[in-house]
């Protein structure tokens, strides 16, 4: 396994004085030699003094700048060359982390903590994980067993290629996969049961859910926008003939509506693929970028 000294763990923290303490000295005991480094973001609490009284480096944040926003702050002060990224609040076990360590050294460039059903909050979260599952998994190509999860492991140079796309919210973990797979990146899921959390979720169930499943959309454009507008322009163009055929049969006629909804599917169909090159070509500048001197 590569040298620990070379791994950094970034926790982001809100709030989190209650949690903190004990999260870090798990991790100490767990792996004692790498960078501990929490992430106070605009706590009103005493996170980053009970950070700093176990031993962990804290950077901190003015003010709250979300949980993607604490990750890329996070990122941007660690020195490892591989980041792990776990959450404050006492969910995921840092005996864990060796066996993310390890599809690392098996050629990955991030492997993620993939949480069982067992570990699911409630079943209406549980679902809720479970079709956002599939949609990435649909958007990608490849299988997504737990899109949102915050234990992971990466490669610092190449998480550090999409800070700009990153959202501030708790969204980080659906972008960063999605551009991943994108970039044609080796992503690993490693199975674990994570426990309950301590303390009260920052997490509103409906908002955020929602703010889920627009960034999906939003990265899913980016990724293969085709995948997108296809099935739209399908369903209308289907629409359209159906009504024809409806027209034609009971009054032998082409009515406005069925010429709207084939144009409106041409369209979309169009504008499906003009964004499909489009982002053919922006990975593609992103790509020389990343192989250039």
């Not at 992430?39 to 950077?59: L, N, P």
């Not at 909050?121 to 599939?134: D, I, L, P, Q, V």
Request: cysteine-free.
């Amino acid at each position: 396994m590569m040298h620990l000294k070379a791994v950094s763990v970034v926790i982001p923290a809100k709030n989190e004085g209650e949690t903190i303490g004990g999260v870090v000295q798990r991790l100490k005991r767990a792996l004692p030699d790498v960078q501990i480094l929490v992430v106070d973001d605009g706590s009103t609490d005493e996170t980053r003094q009970k950070a700093e009284q176990v031993g962990a480096e804290v950077v901190r944040n003015p003010y709250s700048l979300g949980n993607g926003g604490a990750i890329k702050t996070g990122a941007r002060a660690a020195s490892g060359e591989i980041l792990v990224f776990m959450d404050a609040d006492g969910q995921h076990d840092a005996e864990q982390i060796p066996r993310l360590l390890e599809e690392i050294d098996a050629g990955y460039d991030m492997a993620v903590g993939a949480r069982t059903h067992a570990s699911q909050a409630s079943h209406g979260r549980k679902w809720a994980n479970r079709f956002y599952n599939r949609l990435a998994s649909y958007m990608t190509g490849q299988p997504i067993p737990d899109l949102t999860s915050g234990l992971r492991a990466v490669r610092a140079s190449k998480f550090r290629e999409f800070l700009y796309l990153l959202p501030n919210g708790f969204s980080y973990p659906t972008t960063i996969t999605m551009a991943f797979f994108r970039a044609g990146y080796p992503v690993a899921y490693v199975p674990f049961t994570a426990g309950r959390r301590e303390g009260r979720s920052h997490i509103n169930p409906l908002k955020d859910g929602l703010r889920f499943l627009l960034i999906i959309f939003k990265i899913g454009t980016l990724y293969s926008p085709l995948k997108l507008f296809v099935p739209i322009a399908l369903l209308h163009g289907a629409l359209g003939l159906s009504y024809y055929a409806y027209t034609y049969t009971t009054a032998s006629r082409l009515s406005v509506a069925t010429v709207f909804m084939l144009t409106a599917a041409v369209t979309i169909f169009l504008i499906g693929l003009v964004s499909e090159q489009i982002t053919a070509l922006m990975y593609k500048d992103s790509g020389d970028k990343r192989t250039g001197p």
